[in-house]
């Protein structure tokens, strides 16, 4: 099984920049694509970001307008968010997920292995 934990969300200022980490366990050999959703509460898990398993290939959801990127180390089986620019509509539950097939996709159904969330809250 594949077990992910997410790090790094925090308290910050509207315009300031964070760096989340999601950090994978357990049978990593399974992992193809990874991926960051957000979630606030009464709402749909949003789609943020997806990688390809080389790095290679990325997407982001349409609010993203440049401001974050997605990267990952596969020998520290560790997935990454910059998020810079920061507003106050990216206050949310960051989730890390795990797909164990190339995919590349925006659906939440898509995606077997998923963290329990690190919490970014951005004031204004």
């Known amino acids: 099984q594949v077990h992910l934990v997410e790090s790094g969300g925090g308290l910050v200022q509207a315009g300031d920049s964070l760096r989340l980490s999601c950090a994978a366990s357990?049978?990593?050999?399974?992992?193809?694509?990874m991926a960051w959703f957000r979630q606030t509460p009464g709402n749909e898990r949003e789609f943020v970001a997806v990688?390809?398993?080389?790095?290679?290939?990325?997407e982001y959801g349409f609010f993203v307008s440049g401001r974050f990127t997605i990267s990952r180390d596969n020998a520290k089986n560790t997935l990454y968010l910059q998020m810079n620019t920061l507003k106050p509509e990216d206050t949310a539950l960051y989730y890390c997920?795990?797909?164990?097939?190339?995919?590349?996709?925006?659906?939440?159904?898509?995606?077997?292995?998923w963290g329990q969330g690190t919490q970014v809250t951005v004031s204004s």
């Open positions: 997920a795990a797909t164990d097939y190339y995919t590349m996709s925006s659906e939440r159904n898509a995606y077997r292995f």
């Open positions: 357990g049978r990593t050999q399974s992992i193809h694509d």
């Open positions: 990688i390809s398993w080389s790095g290679s290939h990325t």
